[in-house]
C-alpha cells in the first residue's frame, strides 16, 4: 500500500503546519496508520500503537511517564484505548511549539473520542476523518480541487467503466488490503475483521455481553443500507429492544461502519421528514455480510440499487472527507414520500442529486428536484448520478454524470 497514495496525506502535510496535533479518525483498516507511517518515512517520527497492551497499559497508569519514553514528534495509533492521556498532551504540545505537528493520533471511535478532546486540546487539534479507498485514489487520478460538486467539467485520465466493473468494484470494497493484495482470501479477511471488530472495538471498549446478538445486528444493518432507519424494525429481527438498537446503532455509527444521512430539516415548513437514511459505508464488509458471494449475483441481485447508492454516497463523503472538508448534504424526503436521494449545500446554494441503476437517464429521474423550491434558498445545477458512458445535460439544470467520475 505504500505507493498508493492517499488524498489526505497533503491535508495532513498541511494540517500540521498549523496544529500541533492532528487526530485521525476511520474505521478500523481503512490505513490510518500505514498513512501516517508512510508520510513519516523521511523525519525521525517515533511510532507507538496503543493495541499493544504493555504499552497501553503505561499509558492508562502513568501517561506522563508514558510520553517521557515517547517523546514527540510521534504517531500514537488508537488513542481511544488511553483518553487518559489527553491532558498530558497537551502539556508536552505546549512545551513543544516549535515542533510542527508533534502528535499524529489516530482513532476508531470518533464520537467517544471527542469527549476527550473538547476537555482537554480545544485549540490545538485538528481532526480528520479517513475513510475507504476512493476510486480515484485506486486509479491513481486525484479528486478534482473542489468537493463533489454537479458541473460540466470534463475530467482526464478517468477510466470510464462497464456495468460489470462497477459492481465488482462494489463487490469488493473499498478497505485497502484486500483490495491491494489480490492474493488475500476475501471471505477468511471478511470474516477476520467483523470477528476482530467485535472482540476488540466493542465487546470489550462498550461491554457488550451478547456479541453474537451483535453480529446478528451489524448483518441486519447492512442488509438495509440505503433505507429509512426504522429501530422496530431492527429491533424486532434481531430480537432486541428498540433502545437497544438505538445504542448500538451509535457503535456503528463511532466506529465509521455506519453513515447516517439526516433529513433536510427547515423551520418553514414540518412536511418533511425527520428519519435519517443509513449506509454501511464499506460496500465490500456489506456485500460479505449479505452473503453475496459474487459481483454478478450483486449486480443483479435484490439490493442491486441500495448498494449502488451506498457507494456513491460513500464516493462524495471521501471527496469532502479527504480534503479535510466537512459535508453539508442532506436527505429529501416529505410526507407525500417525494424524495431527493442527497441534496449538497454549499454557499447557501442547494445542489439535488438522484442516483439511478440506469444508462439511460430521463427527465422523469429528477422529478421531485422542483420541491427545493420550496426552501427558500437558491438551487444549483441538479445531478442523475447513473451508468451512462459520458456525462451529458439532460436540461438546462440538470446534467448526468457516470458513477466513474464523482
Not at 439490493?303 to 479527504?322: N, P, R
Request: hydrophobic share 35%; net charge positive; glycine share 6%.
Amino acid at each position: 500500500m505504500a505507493d498508493l497514495e492517499r488524498t489526505l496525506s497533503k491535508i495532513i502535510e498541511k494540517t500540521s503546519k498549523g496544529f500541533r496535533v492532528v487526530l485521525l479518525n476511520g474505521q478500523r483498516q481503512v490505513g490510518k496508520s500505514t498513512l501516517l507511517k508512510n508520510m513519516s518515512e523521511k523525519t525521525n517520527r517515533n511510532y507507538v500503537s496503543l493495541d499493544n497492551m504493555k504499552f497501553r497499559q503505561l499509558a492508562k497508569t502513568d501517561p506522563e511517564l508514558f510520553l517521557q519514553q515517547n517523546p514527540p514528534p510521534i504517531i500514537i495509533d488508537e488513542i481511544q484505548y488511553a483518553p487518559e492521556l489527553f491532558p498530558y498532551i497537551k502539556l508536552s504540545a505546549d512545551q513543544n511549539r516549535n515542533i510542527k505537528g508533534a502528535f499524529w493520533l489516530t482513532g476508531s471511535q470518533k464520537y467517544k473520542l471527542m469527549e476527550g478532546v473538547k476537555e482537554s486540546l480545544a485549540g490545538r487539534i485538528a481532526i480528520l476523518d479517513l475513510m475507504g479507498l476512493s476510486y480515484r485514489e485506486k486509479t491513481k487520478c486525484p479528486f478534482l480541487s473542489k468537493p463533489f460538486l454537479p458541473s460540466y467539467d470534463k475530467l482526464k485520465n478517468i477510466k470510464k467503466l462497464t456495468i460489470q466493473q462497477v459492481y465488482k468494484l462494489i463487490w469488493e470494497g473499498q478497505l485497502p488490503e484486500p483490495v491491494v493484495d489480490k492474493n488475500i482470501d476475501r471471505e477468511q479477511y471478511y470474516s477476520s475483521y467483523i470477528q476482530s471488530y467485535i472482540e476488540r472495538d466493542v465487546k470489550d471498549f462498550y461491554n457488550i455481553e451478547k456479541p453474537l446478538q451483535f453480529f446478528n445486528f451489524v448483518s441486519v444493518v447492512a442488509a438495509q443500507t440505503g433505507k429509512l432507519l426504522n429501530y422496530a424494525s431492527l429491533a424486532r429481527d434481531v430480537g432486541v429492544d428498540i433502545k437497544t438498537a438505538q445504542v448500538w446503532m451509535g457503535i456503528l455509527e463511532r466506529s465509521g461502519l455506519v453513515y447516517l444521512l439526516q433529513p433536510y430539516s427547515p423551520n418553514i415548513t414540518n412536511r418533511i421528514i425527520k428519519t435519517p437514511k443509513m449506509y454501511f459505508l464499506d460496500t465490500g464488509l456489506c456485500s460479505y455480510l449479505t452473503r453475496w458471494n459474487s459481483s454478478e449475483s450483486l449486480m443483479s441481485g435484490a439490493m442491486d440499487g441500495a448498494m449502488l447508492e451506498t457507494y456513491v454516497v460513500g464516493e462524495i463523503l471521501k471527496s469532502y472527507f479527504h480534503n479535510g472538508k466537512e459535508p453539508v448534504m442532506y436527505l429529501y424526503r416529505d410526507v407525500d414520500q417525494k424524495e431527493i436521494d442527497i441534496v449538497i449545500e454549499q454557499n447557501g446554494t442547494l445542489y439535488p442529486i438522484e442516483i439511478k441503476k440506469t444508462a439511460n437517464p430521463q427527465p422523469f429521474d429528477c422529478k421531485y428536484f422542483n420541491q427545493i423550491n420550496k426552501l427558500n434558498k437558491k438551487v444549483g445545477i441538479g445531478a442523475i448520478v447513473c451508468l451512462q458512458p459520458e456525462r451529458i445535460p439532460l436540461s438546462r439544470n440538470v446534467v448526468s454524470i457516470p458513477v466513474w467520475e464523482i
